[in-house]
């Protein structure tokens, strides 16, 4: 295992019981694809932790807010969309332990918010595989309560969800995409 990995693992607070889980999260389509060992990218775990995410999401904010399902329905969606889970990424410096392709690390990739928002949800799988979902929730959870009380300070906003309220309530309107 890469040093790099060693060190996100004591940065996380999550000792993987199978660390494969986790070079996998680490690593991006571009560097699987130049066929380095073999390695699988971390698109499959990013699936699955797109899922782990929301469901975490949704318990947590059932379990800590009042309000009508339309309000948690949109403060779920600021909570896990690509900036937020981007700026989670930051805050843990995960660019920095990506196994990026040449090409990528060329154009920046490590900050690019889609690479990093991906690999956090793949870190979110690798969690979820190895340990289950307290240890994930454990990860999770001070993200959410951060982004959460943000998006309250600033009355979020989630402007798609927005224009098809004002489309379902003026049924002469109609929305092409």
Do not use: W
């Not at 993987?16 to 070079?23: G, K, M, S, V, Y």
């Not at 975490?56 to 690509?82: I, N, Q, S």
Request: proline residues 3%; aromatic residues 10%.
């Amino acid at each position: 295992m890469r040093q790099e990995t060693m060190r996100f693992m004591e940065k996380i607070g999550y000792r993987f019981r199978n660390p494969a889980l986790l070079e996998n999260a680490l690593t991006h389509s571009s560097y699987a694809n130049e066929g380095h060992h073999g390695m699988e990218s971390n698109e499959r775990l990013e699936f699955l932790g797109d899922s782990v995410l929301g469901f975490v999401t949704a318990g947590y904010l059932f379990e800590k807010e009042t309000g009508p399902e339309g309000m948690l329905t949109k403060l779920r969606a600021a909570l896990v969309c690509e900036k937020a889970l981007c700026s989670y990424a930051q805050l843990l410096g995960l660019g920095a332990y990506l196994l990026l392709g040449k090409g990528e690390q060329r154009s920046g990739g490590a900050e690019r918010p889609s690479i990093l928002a991906d690999a956090f949800e793949a870190v979110i799988a690798a969690i979820y595989l190895d340990g289950g979902l307290e240890p994930v929730r454990a990860f999770i959870l001070p993200y959410l309560e951060q982004e959460a009380s943000n998006q309250r300070r600033r009355h979020f906003k989630d402007y798609k969800t927005t224009l098809q309220e004002i489309i379902q309530h003026n049924p002469e309107e109609r929305l092409d995409y």
